[in-house]
């Protein structure tokens, strides 16, 4: 059974810094891409950040230069380093399989970036 447990979020002003993790359990994680989603209120649920098994990484333009991420596959562990937050990143953080996510999500975890 696939799990699921984001953590690390908060509430943080604008130009702070967070980072997130996820433990993976269920999966063979060593060999999965994974991928950070984000899903402000009233928008979809978007692709952040993805990693790939060795370490190839990809970000959404409107975080390049800004997030990284990065995998302990010993640990089943995938993390999102966020700096200069903006409120526009404001939103529930998950992780999950990328390109295809798992049908079962986490619970996430809050990020709040005020202004």
């Known amino acids: 059974q696939v799990q699921l447990v984001e953590s690390g979020g908060g509430l943080v002003q604008a130009g702070g810094s967070l980072r997130l993790s996820c433990v993976a359990s269920g999966i063979i994680f060593s060999i999965r891409p994974m991928g950070w989603y984000r899903q402000a209120p009233g928008n979809e649920r978007e692709i952040v950040a993805s990693?790939?098994?060795?370490?190839?990484?990809t970000f959404a333009d409107s975080v390049k230069g800004r997030f990284t991420i990065s995998r302990d596959n010993a640990k089943n562990a995938v993390y999102l380093q966020m700096n200069n937050l903006k409120p526009e990143d404001t939103a529930v953080y998950y992780c999950n399989a990328f390109p295809t996510p798992y049908p079962t999500w986490g619970q996430g975890t809050q990020v709040t970036v005020s202004s």
């Open positions: 990693i790939t098994p060795r370490g190839i990484t």
